[in-house]
């Protein structure tokens, strides 16, 4: 039997394929750069204070006999991370730094620099998310693709998409046209949920901005707490990269890097779009 003949149909409109490339670069660099920043001072905490002899976490480096080790700690427990981790480089040229040089914008450690690039990419973040809600409201984007419909959230939907993606299996028929409510609930919580707790916990470390709006700050439990929650946000939203990296390969790598490239992807059209 002669294989079935695949059909390219548009799936990304221009505005969201230009605003996700937008994305993966301020994203990146935000991340390289916030690494170099909490590199100035590796250790977070909870509240309006720093109390400095008992952070949540942490990471030094530390004398252990005749050598120096990366230490991290996370509330009482101790891991030894050297090369990774609180002290690492090139043989014979490890420093004490939070994370690697290859991690992190600049590489050497500067603390001015690197606010200046977290800086621009916040700045060019926040705008391209704009423009992407703007457009995708005014052209039904939003509501058409990505709200989950009353079928979307039916019990056994949602139990029967957990099971297909668990198994690797992915829509290969009419219903790879559109996001299962698996991929909407996830980017919803990343729209929605992660990305603007990002950007408000940033505001919340600008001094300037606390003392205009110091209830925004009252409201993240104080400085501490806000630079806490910005950092989990910011390794959710990695955690959520690796995960949608891993989709992508899984499910056809370059089928879904075509489709963010030229808005086009391929479908093998059925009666029924089953998962295949």
């Not at 039904?140 to 299996?169: C, F, S």
């Amino acid at each position: 039997m002669a294989n079935p003949q695949k059909v390219l149909v548009y799936r990304h409109a221009a505005v969201t394929r230009i605003t996700h490339w937008i994305n993966v670069l301020a994203l990146t660099l935000l991340l390289m750069s916030g690494l170099n920043i909490f590199g100035a001072h590796p250790a977070l905490y909870w509240g309006q204070k720093a109390t400095f002899a008992h952070p949540w976490i942490s990471m030094t480096a530390e004398p252990q006999g005749n050598r120096i080790v990366g230490v991290t700690r996370i509330g009482s427990a101790r891991f030894d991370t050297t090369g990774v981790l609180g002290y690492s480089g090139k043989p014979g040229s490890e420093e004490a730094v939070a994370f690697p040089s290859w991690a992190t914008v600049p590489s050497e450690r500067d603390l001015a620099d690197s606010r200046h690039w977290h800086f621009f990419f916040a700045w060019l973040f926040v705008l391209n998310g704009l423009v992407y809600w703007l457009v995708g409201l005014g052209r039904g984007h939003i509501a058409k693709d990505l709200v989950p419909t009353k079928a979307d959230v039916a019990p056994r939907n949602v139990w029967h998409e957990i099971v297909t993606h668990a198994q690797l299996k992915f829509p290969k028929g009419e219903a790879a046209r559109r996001y299962n409510v698996l991929q909407k609930g996830a980017y919803l919580a990343v729209v929605l949920i992660l990305l603007p707790l990002m950007v408000l916990t940033g505001l919340c470390m600008s001094p300037g901005f606390d003392a205009g709006a110091p209830w925004l700050v009252d409201a993240f439990g104080g400085r501490q707490s806000a630079r806490t929650i910005h950092f989990l946000t910011a390794f959710s939203i990695v955690g959520f990269v690796l995960l949608h990296l891993f989709m992508v390969v899984a499910s056809g790598t370059w089928n879904n890097i075509r489709s963010m490239i030229t808005g086009r992807y391929a479908i093998v059209p059925d009666k029924t779009g089953e998962a295949a």
